[in-house]
């Protein structure tokens, strides 16, 4: 089991990135949702501070998986033949890095603006981005938001793609992303 991507297939380190990262964010938009319409409770507040702690984590572990893609051999593309798929392919791929930069900031940015710190399991407190400011506050929560939505929408589109390149196309996509042949 290799560390490293070849032409070929994934090495483990970037299959770990991509389902540890999914998870985590996967947990985080129903979290998301959940906590959208819930009333201000302390055990509400804790989950609060468990998606910033999870948020930020997540932002390190992209900022980790961005060095990582750009450091390393990216397998040939496999069953896309017109220029079309193949700029899909990138486009949805460069949107999801997007969404997994975007969501985190956004959501530092809200609380700086709202006057809440962001602490990383109480570990750490990172500092406020802006200082208290309600519009600034507002705009980053709809971005949040809306930023959430688009990247359900990628995620769903991204897996649709996996699902049809391995049942229609049936070529090893997938399967290179889940073991790493």
Known sequence: MALKNTKTSYGWASRFL????FLAVAGMLAVGLYMEDQK??????????????????????AVLRLIWAVSNT?????????????????TVHGLLYLCLFLMPLSGWL???AA??????????????LVEPSKAL?????????????GFM?????????????????????????????
Not at 115 to 128: C, D
Not at 138 to 148: D, F, Q, R, W
Request: aromatic share 8%.
């Open 18 to 21: 991509h389902w540890f990262i």
């Open 40 to 61: 201000i409770t302390p055990d509400i507040l804790k989950l609060y501070g468990l998606h910033k702690s999870v948020g930020i984590t997540i932002l390190a572990l």
């Open 74 to 90: 990216a397998p040939d593309m496999l069953g896309l033949e017109k220029p079309w798929e193949k700029l899909a392919a990138r």
């Open 110 to 112: 809200m609380s700086s």
């Open 115 to 128: 006057g809440y710190p962001v602490s990383v399991f109480g570990l750490v407190t990172l500092p406020n």
């Open 137 to 149: 506050h507002e705009l980053a929560e709809e971005t949040h938001e809306l930023v959430a939505y």
């Open 153 to 181: 929408g990628l995620i769903a589109a991204h897996a649709g793609a996996a699902f049809l390149h391995h049942f229609k196309k049936k070529d090893r996509t997938l399967i290179r992303m889940i073991k790493g042949e």
